[in-house]
T-cell receptor, first 115, second 113 residues
Framework: DSGVTQTPKHLITATGQRVTLRCSPR?????VYWYQQSLDQGLQFLIH???????AKGNILERFSAQQFPDLHSELNLSSLELGDSALYFC??????????????FGPGTRLTVL | DQQVKQNSPSLSVQEGRISILNCDYT??????FLWYKKYPAEGPTFLIS?????DKNEDGRFTVFLNKSAKHLSLHIVPSQPGDSAVYFC????????????FGTGTSLTVIP
């Protein structure tokens, strides 16, 4: 158990809908990262928050947004869902800003299926 | 643009033998590299890392080698055990900007008893 929790574990929804994925980092970790893993793909970095502030954006679509709250949990919002958004979404946390020899601890992921 | 590449989607080895997983990167600014292991239905778990000031880092049965001139790293597992069967991802980061990690597409390792 990495100490990172993600809810829900599975999510099935229809095209055009909006969903929210939630991540609670390990106690004491200030950084939260979101990744998308599509079939046969690696982990695609989406976005990084540190202590409530956005620090880096990767291949995140405009239909997707995220935020980190004062209690450090984070939410990833996916809207106007398309079939291609079906994937595993992972969040990871680390103690500080990546920029040192920091290790990310991953949650178990949320499997999103868009029908 | 895939900056970290794992060109072998799968690898099978006999129990007790050496497993060698390879990873190539294109960005010469990367100076911190990690390997993660992932079992089905779980998130990746950190295995071992190396910074560019070293060319080798060892932790038990796991050793990572870094060849900066070739922009190549490899993970050696000796001896391989059936419990090592998993998908292995390599990842890289630039310590200066360091806010983003780049992952490869993974290599599925099967250790045959």
């Amino acid at each position: 158990d990495s100490g990172v929790t993600q809810t829900p574990k599975h999510l099935i929804t229809a095209t055009g809908q909006r969903v929210t994925l939630r991540c609670s980092p390990r106690s004491g970790d200030l950084s939260v990262y979101w990744y998308q893993q599509s079939l046969d793909q690696g982990l695609q970095f989406l976005i990084h928050y540190y202590n409530g502030e956005e620090r880096a954006k990767g291949n995140i679509l405009e239909r997707f947004s995220a935020q980190q709250f004062p209690d450090l949990h984070s939410e990833l919002n996916l809207s106007s869902l398309e079939l291609g958004d079906s994937a595993l979404y992972f969040c990871a946390s680390s103690v500080r800003l990546a920029g040192g020899t920091d290790t990310q601890y991953f949650g178990p992921g949320t499997r999103l299926t868009v029908l | 643009d895939q900056q970290v590449k794992q060109n072998s989607p799968s690898l099978s080895v006999q129990e007790g033998r050496i497993s060698i997983l390879n990873c190539d990167y294109t960005n010469s600014m990367f100076d911190y590299f990690l390997w993660y292991k992932k079992y089905p239905a779980e998130g990746p778990t950190f295995l071992i890392s190396i910074s560019s000031i070293k060319d080798k880092n060892e932790d038990g049965r796991f050793t990572v080698f870094l060849n900066k001139s070739a922009k190549h790293l490899s993970l050696h597992i000796v001896p391989s055990q059936p419990g090592d069967s998993a998908v292995y991802f390599c990842a890289a980061s630039d310590l200066m900007t360091g806010n983003q990690f780049y992952f490869g597409t993974g290599t599925s390792l099967t250790v045959i008893p």
